[in-house]
């Protein structure tokens, strides 16, 4: 089965019981494959630009830092959130988001979450941009717990 046809199942449950239409499935079908188009080709890599600079890895020589230590690194973090805030309202359109007030809700919370991220590197506040970025990555799960339920595959 593929992920759009279980995103439909945990979308529609309701909708399906109450025999709604093929033209209603199909619909919800054709938005979730746009959503995981979206995703893959613009969120997830936006997202890293956050991620990707905010923590440590384990290298054989030790823990190694990732936050950025010059200007020009600490931009790159502010620029993936102006990109994310400005993806999040594409996700809350009627393309992405239909009318469905709980996904635009779910999706709010990114901005918060952003705009945490964004005044953290502002500030060049480390363990603070840390902690915003786990808040980014909680409200990514929170949806994907809600909308689709094969979530081994993403993160
Ligand atoms: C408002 C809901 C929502 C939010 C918020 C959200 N996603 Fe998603 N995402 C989905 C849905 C629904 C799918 C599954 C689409 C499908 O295949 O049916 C998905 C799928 C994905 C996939 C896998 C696509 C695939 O099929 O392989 C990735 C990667 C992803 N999201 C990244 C992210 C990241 C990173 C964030 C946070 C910055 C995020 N998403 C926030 C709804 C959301």
């Not at 290298?59 to 620029?79: H, K, M, R, Y």
């Not at 009627?94 to 779910?106: K, L, Q, R, V, Y």
């Amino acid at each position: 089965m593929k992920t759009s046809n279980l995103a439909i199942f945990a979308l529609g449950g309701a909708l399906m019981l109450s025999a709604c239409g093929n033209n209603e499935e199909a619909e919800i079908e054709a938005r979730m494959s746009a959503v995981a188009t979206f995703m893959i080709e613009e969120m997830d890599e936006t997202a890293d630009g956050i991620w990707d600079n905010a923590g440590y890895i384990l290298t054989e020589e030790g823990e190694e830092s990732l936050f950025p230590e010059t200007d020009e690194e600490w931009a790159v973090v502010i620029q993936a959130t102006d990109d994310l805030i400005a993806q999040t309202r594409r996700l809350q359109s009627e393309e992405f988001a239909g009318d469905d007030e709980e996904w635009i809700a779910i999706s709010e919370g990114l901005v918060v979450a952003a705009e945490r991220v964004r005044a953290a590197a502002e500030a060049r506040d480390e363990d603070e941009l840390f902690d915003a970025g786990g808040q980014v990555y909680r409200v990514c799960l929170a949806c994907h717990q809600r909308y689709a339920l094969d979530i081994q595959r993403i993160r």
